[in-house]
């Protein structure tokens, strides 16, 4: 193909999807050149604001360097004859609104001059649906913690950072003592109760760095990173005595018995879901030992 019918086909396509209602498409050379009505609203800017700025200037400050390639005519001019540049980029809008889109950045001859075109779609909403859905998947719907899924992957990540770093970790494992009576004698209802007020307990006295979730049925885990096995027996007193001593409607005080397991010398041969093994383990002695206690590996 020619250069002129190459510039002459851009020039239809453009014109072509200029107004087209879903996808918004820009011309730039050093800046923006032209943007249609999709465009516009999606970024959330008029032509007039368009024109005076660099598509760069789209994107947070932080993330331009990350996708400084997109707005790069010389990379664009490269890549012309191989795969287009496709990806999801974060757009900043007006009040700071940011959007997500699935852009698709290209190069061609306008009038001769080296020109980019950006196609821009909306996917802002099916961004957030996504968070949501990978949110239900690693959260507890009762107690609104982490569930077993998120736990057992944040153990392999903080394994590997300990080992790393070389910096302790412990895992607290407990449960509820005697659970089923709870649900047997008071009800499901008071049961869940008895769940959300626990997990409200833990939140309250753990670091912010601290890993929470609710491992199945009346059984959880704190994860602790930089604490060695002292550091979270205190942690894990400090819940045991607080639980003691709540008083919870219809069901009255409760008790938890808990096993913890550490990171010991930096052990590079321990599996990480060994580790949470270790602390059931604990777990499982503290509860031969008479339950409402703690007890370290």
Same mark, same amino acid.
Request: aromatic fraction near 8%.
């Given at each position: ?135 239900? $998947? =690693?959260?507890? #719907? ?6 077993? !899924?998120?736990l057992e992957d944040k153990?392999?990540? %903080? @394994? ?11 895992l607290i494992f407990f ?45 959880? $885990? =704190?994860?602790? #990173? ?6 979270? !027996? ?7 005595? %607080? @639980? ?54």
């Open positions: 193909m020619g250069e002129k019918r190459k510039m002459l086909f851009n020039q239809e396509l453009f014109n072509l999807l200029k107004e087209n209602p879903l996808t918004g498409l820009c011309f730039f050379q050093e800046k923006i050149i032209d943007a249609n009505t999709t465009f516009q609203e999606i970024t959330g800017c008029s032509k007039k604001e368009l024109l005076k700025i660099s598509p760069l200037l789209l994107l947070k400050a932080e993330d331009q360097y990350l996708y400084q390639d997109f707005f790069s005519l010389e990379i664009l001019e490269k890549k012309e004859q191989s795969l287009p540049l496709i990806a999801e980029l974060p757009i900043m809008c007006h009040l700071k609104e940011t959007k997500w889109v699935l852009a698709h950045s290209s190069f061609f001859l306008l009038d001769n001059k080296p020109t980019g075109a950006l196609f821009i779609l909306d996917i802002t909403m099916q961004k957030f649906l996504q968070s949501q859905v990978e949110k239900l $998947a =690693i959260t507890d #719907p009762l107690t609104g913690t982490h569930n077993r !899924i998120a153990v392999k990540e %903080e @394994v590997l950072l300990s080992l790393k770093k070389q910096k302790p970790l412990s449960e509820i003592d005697n659970f089923k009576n709870v649900n047997d004698q008071f009800g499901h209802e008071a049961g869940d109760r008895t769940l959300i007020e626990l997990a409200r307990i833990v939140q309250k006295n753990i670091r912010t760095i601290d890993f929470f979730a609710r491992y199945g049925g009346a059984e959880f $885990a =704190i994860l602790t #990173p930089g604490a060695d096995v002292l550091d979270a !027996i205190r942690i894990a007193e400090r819940i045991r005595l %607080e @639980v003691e001593t709540t008083h919870i409607d219809i069901v009255g005080k409760n008790t938890i018995t808990c096993g913890i397991s550490q990171l010991k010398n930096f052990e590079l041969d321990t599996p990480p879901l060994q580790f949470v093994r270790m602390a059931i383990e604990a777990l499982l002695k503290a509860r031969e030992q008479g339950r409402n206690r703690v007890l370290a590996w």
